[in-house]
């Protein structure tokens, strides 16, 4: 797991359900989370792609981030994102779903912004 939060009510679009581009900031956190253990170092989001968004979230859900790096380049990463909630007021209580999911891809820079090679851990 990447991240753990709770979908709370200021996280809601105009239908009453979590905002699917709150859902996508969480993804790219986590993502980045773990681009940034991977390659030892600051990185930087270059797209977002194939985001599925199969099930709505509700206020009080909560949203648990999985990921997995699935290739490694010079300077890039390409990590594929799950989300799973676990509803805890909205029915059916305490069961757990594949909410969203997509793919993320992530550059390794160094201090100036510029891409720079992945550092592998030993």
Request: proline share 3%; charged share 20%.
């Amino acid at each position: 797991m990447l991240l753990k939060t709770l979908a709370m009510p200021n996280h809601t679009n105009a239908n009453g359900d979590i905002f699917g581009g709150w859902i996508m900031s969480q993804m790219d956190m986590g993502g980045a989370i773990l681009a940034k253990q991977i390659s030892l170092g600051r990185v930087v989001t270059v797209q977002a792609k194939k985001i599925t968004f199969i099930c709505p979230i509700s206020i009080g859900d909560i949203i648990n981030c999985y990921g997995k790096c699935v290739k490694i380049g010079n300077s890039s990463m390409k990590i594929k994102i799950e989300i799973w909630i676990k509803r805890l007021y909205s029915k059916p209580i305490k069961e757990k779903y594949l909410s969203t999911y997509g793919t993320f891809i992530y550059v390794a820079i160094d201090k100036n912004g510029n891409p720079r090679k992945v550092l592998k851990k030993n």
